[in-house]
C-alpha cells in the first residue's frame, strides 16, 4: 500500500505513522507538510497516484501552520462576528508565545477551509482511498455539534448546558438544568486547552483549570499551561470563563468520574474500523484527565476487573456505537467516563487526531501499526 | 482531595446498594443519591427498608445525599433516620458523608446537628461523619458508643471542646480530622489537651489527631500525657508532622510502648524516618511529601483539605 500524508514535519505523528509503515514493509508515504499545502506550494491532485491512500493528520502544534489556519479563518470570522477573531495584519505580526491560546473559533473556520480545499484538490486526483473523511473531522472538532449527534444516535453523554454568552449565562444555565457541576470547553478545544471544571454550591465557587487569563490595557489573553490551577475567588473565575465564552465555549454537566488506584479516571478509547483497540485509562488528582497534563496512565484493561462484565462490554459498544456515525472515518479517539462505583459510563469527546498514545500497544501493535493492518481488510475507506 | 469510598467501616464490609438489589448480612449497604437522580435520599432508605432483610442490618453507609442539588443539608439524612429507627434494632454502624471528592469538595458537604443519632440508636456502637461545614454533635453521650470518627478538612474547636465533655465510656476509637486554618480549623493546641487525658474515655485503644496542620504541636503536647498509658495505636497521619514533630515522638519514653505509631503522609527528612523505623513498635512513615517551594517560603498540605 502506498500513503499521502498531509501532516506537520516535527510531529510525533508523522513520525509514528512512516515506522508503522515500515514494520509492514510499506514504503514510506509521500510526505505534504501541512505549511507547503496551505501556502499553495503543493497540489494534493497532483501527489496522489492511483490506488493511494491518503491520511490527513492533525495540523497542531506548529507555529506556522497555526497562523496559516487562522490567515484562512479570518474572513469567516470576521462575517460572522460573533466570536474573538483577530485580521490578517495582527496575524501577520504576531509572534510565537508559549501556551497562548489564540481564537478558536478563526482557528476552527481555517481548518475547514483548508480541509474543503484538500476535498477539492483529491477531487480531480487519480482513484485512491482516504483515511479520514473531511466532513468527520469537520464535526469532531465542533464540540456541541457532535455531542448533539452522539445524543440523537442514543449514545449516552453528559447533559449539554448550551453555548454560554459569559459567566452569568452559564450560571443560569446550571440553575435551570438544576446542575451545581459543571464542565467549560473551547468548543473547538483539543486536549486540556481551555477546559474549566466549574462548581458552585450556590455561595461558593470553585474552579478547577489550566487556563491562564493574563489582562492588560489592550487586550485580554488567554494561556494553556500544564499546570492545573484552582481558583476560588469569584471574580478570577468569571474573568476565565468569560474569556473563554469570547471564543465560543462549549458547556456540560459535570459527572462524576469513578476511582482507580486513588485518582479520578476515565478512559481513552481508539476504535479502529469500528472496532476498540487501545484503551488508557487516564489517572489524575484533579477533575482534568487529560494525558498531556502529566496525568498518570494505566492499561485501560485493568479497570475491567472493577466492573460487572455487561457494563464493561456495553461501554465498549457505546464507543463503537459513537464511530459508527463516522463510518468513512478509519480511526476516533472516544473519551469514555465511569461514574463511581463504575455503575454507569457515558461517552465525553470524540476526537478525530485521538490516536496520539506513545508506548500504548494493542495485540502488540501500535495505534498506527493496527491502523494499516485494518486498512487492508476494510474496504470502506478504499475508493 | 479523597477518591475512594469506604470498603469498611466500624469492622464490617461497606458495599453500594440500589434498590432491587439484595441485602447482604454482616454488609453495610451505601446509598448514595447518584448526581442525575432528581429524588431524594429519604427515597432510597424508604426502599431499603421495604428490601428483606432490612430489620437485621447492620448499619449504613450515607453516600452523597444531594444528587446535582445544592441547599440539600445532612438534614435529609439525620431526620429520617431517626425516625426509622425503630425498624433498625440491630443497627451498629453509621457513616454520614462518604462522599469523594469527584461527587462534592469535603468543605461543601452541608451537615448538619447529627446529636439526635445518639439517642435514636442506642445500641449504636461506631459513628463516622465526613464535613465540618454545619456539623454538630451536641455534647456526645452515648452507653454503647465504641468509635466515633469526625473526618474534615477543617475541624471547628466547638466540635473538638464539646468532644472533651463527652460522656463516652466505652469509648475505644476517637478519630478527628482536624484539618486546616483555611477550611475552617480554629482549634488551639490548648482545646486539644483534655483529650490526652486518662480518665475522659477510660476505654481508649486508638487515638487519632490526623489531617492536621498541628501535628507537631500535637506531637510535643503528647510529652507526659496520660493518655498514651492507655491507647495502643497513636496515629497522626494525613498532617504535616515534620522532623520537629517526630523528634518530640522520639524524646517521648510512653511512645515506645505503643503496638501501632501511624504518621504516613508527612514531611519529615529521610534521616528521621531512619530513626522513627528503630522504635520499638510498629511505625508507618509511607507517603513522605515535599513541600512546595515558593520563594522563601515552604507550604505543606494536609492530605485532604477541601
Known amino acids: 500500500m502506498n500513503f499521502v500524508l498531509l501532516g506537520n514535519a516535527d510531529s510525533p505523528r508523522v513520525a509514528g505513522f512512516q515506522a508503522a509503515l515500515q514494520k509492514h514493509n510499506f514504503p514510506p508515504a509521500k510526505f505534504v507538510s501541512w505549511s507547503d499545502f496551505l501556502r499553495g506550494k503543493i497540489q494534493l491532485g497532483e501527489v496522489v497516484q492511483t490506488g493511494d491512500f491518503v491520511r490527513i493528520e492533525s495540523p497542531g502544534r506548529d507555529w506556522d501552520v497555526e497562523k496559516l489556519l487562522l490567515q484562512r479563518g479570518a474572513a469567516q470570522s470576521e462575517n460572522e462576528g460573533a466570536f474573538s477573531w483577530i485580521s490578517h495584519e495582527e496575524i501577520a505580526n504576531l509572534h510565537f508565545e508559549k501556551g497562548r491560546l ?50 440523537e444516535t442514543k449514545v449516552p453523554v453528559p447533559r449539554a448546558l448550551g453555548i454560554p454568552q459569559n459567566f452569568d449565562d452559564l450560571t443560569s444555565r446550571m440553575r435551570a438544568a438544576h446542575c451545581r457541576r459543571a464542565f467549560i470547553k473551547l468548543a473547538h478545544g483539543s486536549s486540556a486547552a481551555g477546559v474549566v471544571a466549574y462548581e458552585t454550591n450556590g455561595v461558593n465557587h470553585r474552579a478547577t483549570t489550566t487556563t491562564e487569563v493574563v489582562r492588560s490595557e489592550k487586550q485580554t489573553r488567554l494561556y494553556h499551561s500544564r499546570r492545573v490551577r484552582t481558583l476560588t475567588q469569584l471574580d478570577e473565575i468569571v474573568e476565565t470563563i468569560n474569556a473563554l465564552c469570547l471564543h465560543r465555549a462549549h458547556a456540560e454537566e459535570w459527572i462524576p468520574k469513578a476511582n482507580f488506584a486513588g485518582r479520578s479516571c476515565d478512559l481513552r478509547v481508539v476504535v479502529i474500523a469500528q472496532k476498540t483497540r487501545h484503551k488508557v485509562a487516564r489517572l489524575s488528582k484533579h477533575p482534568l484527565t487529560n494525558l498531556h497534563l502529566l496525568n498518570e496512565r494505566a492499561d485501560g484493561e485493568l479497570l475491567r476487573e472493577k466492573m460487572p462484565p455487561d457494563i464493561w462490554q456495553s461501554a465498549l459498544h457505546d464507543c463503537e456505537k459513537a464511530m459508527r456515525y463516522f463510518p468513512d472515518s478509519l480511526c476516533g479517539g472516544v473519551d469514555l467516563l465511569f461514574t463511581p462505583g463504575f455503575r454507569r459510563h457515558a461517552i465525553l469527546e470524540v476526537n478525530a487526531w485521538g490516536d496520539l498514545l506513545q508506548g500504548v500497544l494493542h495485540k502488540k501493535q501500535t495505534t498506527y501499526e493496527a491502523q494499516i493492518s485494518a486498512l487492508k481488510n476494510a474496504t470502506q475507506f478504499h475508493s | 482531595m479523597i477518591s475512594e469510598h469506604k470498603a469498611e467501616f466500624g469492622g464490617y464490609k461497606v458495599e453500594d446498594w440500589q434498590p432491587g438489589q439484595a441485602l447482604k448480612a454482616h454488609v453495610l449497604p451505601r446509598l448514595t443519591l447518584n448526581y442525575d437522580n432528581k429524588g431524594k435520599w429519604s427515597d432510597l432508605l424508604t426502599k431499603l427498608l421495604e428490601t428483606e432483610g432490612a430489620d437485621q442490618l447492620n448499619g449504613l453507609v450515607v453516600g452523597a445525599w444531594m444528587g446535582q442539588a445544592w441547599d440539600v443539608s445532612a438534614a435529609e439524612v439525620v431526620e429520617p433516620l431517626v425516625a426509622s429507627a425503630g425498624k433498625l434494632p440491630h443497627f451498629k454502624a453509621l457513616f454520614i458523608g462518604d462522599i469523594v471528592g469527584e461527587e462534592n469538595e469535603m468543605s461543601w458537604i452541608e451537615q448538619t446537628d447529627i446529636s439526635p443519632i445518639f439517642e435514636a440508636f442506642p445500641n449504636l456502637e461506631w459513628l463516622g461523619t465526613r464535613g465540618s461545614d454545619a456539623l454538630s454533635l451536641g455534647v456526645p453521650r452515648h452507653k454503647n458508643l465504641k468509635g466515633l470518627v469526625v473526618e474534615t478538612g477543617g475541624l471547628p474547636r466547638a466540635i473538638v471542646q464539646a468532644i472533651s465533655q463527652a460522656q463516652l465510656p466505652n469509648l475505644e476509637h476517637l478519630e478527628l480530622w482536624l484539618g486546616e486554618e483555611n ?50 495505636v497513636l496515629d497522626l497521619s494525613l498532617g504535616i508532622l515534620g522532623d520537629k514533630g517526630a523528634q518530640a515522638l522520639l524524646d517521648n519514653p510512653h511512645i515506645q510502648k505503643l503496638k501501632k505509631l501511624d504518621l504516613h503522609h508527612h514531611y519529615c527528612s529521610d534521616e528521621m524516618m531512619g530513626k522513627l523505623k528503630k522504635l520499638p513498635c510498629e511505625v508507618d512513615v509511607s507517603e513522605q511529601e515535599a513541600g512546595d517551594e515558593d520563594g522563601d517560603e515552604t507550604y505543606r498540605y494536609v492530605a485532604h483539605g477541601e
Open chain 1, 102 to 151: 489564540w481564537p478558536s473559533r478563526q482557528w476552527f473556520f481555517g481548518l475547514l477551509h483548508a480541509l474543503q480545499e484538500t476535498e477539492k484538490q483529491l477531487h480531480n486526483a487519480p482513484p485512491h482511498g482516504v483515511t479520514h473523511k473531511a466532513r468527520d473531522i469537520e464535526i469532531m472538532f465542533d464540540k456541541p455539534r457532535c455531542q448533539k449527534l452522539l445524543q
Open chain 2, 183 to 232: 477550611y475552617g480549623a480554629d482549634t488551639q493546641i490548648n482545646d486539644i489537651k483534655p483529650l490526652l487525658g486518662a480518665d475522659l474515655f477510660p476505654k481508649l485503644q486508638y487515638l487519632g489527631l490526623r489531617n492536621s496542620e498541628m501535628a507537631d504541636a500535637i506531637a510535643q503536647a503528647l510529652q507526659g500525657a496520660p493518655i498514651l498509658d492507655k491507647i495502643r
